[in-house]
């Protein structure tokens, strides 16, 4: 079945970086476009970036452009979301997505930025 786990989550102080990990299974990772959400309390689940299978196409959310970028490595199954410059207003349960037909998410991995 498709398993999609996060790792990488953490606290860290504004202005620092966190690297966030993906790694999949149960599909053909290397011929699917893979996408970081977040979801900060109360609020709803938006995109961060997504990837498009051969790494060529990307794109961000505004919030994040400048500061974040998405990586794949097809021979590993894993999406890789390197954060820096971080903000209290990043904050947020990260996850990742891929869609088959359907939507599949991981568990999650929280991101604190506080200091």
């Known amino acids: 079945q498709v398993q999609l786990v996060e790792s990488g989550g953490g606290l860290v102080q504004p202005g620092g970086s966190l690297r966030l990990s993906c790694a999949a299974s149960?599909?053909?990772?290397?011929?699917?476009?893979m996408r970081w959400y977040r979801q900060a309390p109360g609020k709803e689940r938006e995109m961060v970036a997504h990837?498009?299978?051969?790494?060529?196409?990307?794109a961000y959310a505004d919030s994040v452009k400048g500061r974040f970028t998405i990586s794949r490595d097809n021979a590993k199954n894993t999406v890789t979301l390197q954060m820096s410059s971080l903000k209290p207003a990043d904050t947020a349960v990260y996850y990742c997505?891929?869609?088959?037909?359907?939507?599949?998410w991981g568990q999650g991995t929280q991101v604190t930025v506080s200091s």
């Open positions: 990837i498009t299978s051969d790494s060529v196409g990307r």
């Open positions: 997505n891929t869609y088959l037909g359907a939507n599949y």
């Open positions: 149960g599909f053909t990772f290397s011929s699917s476009t």
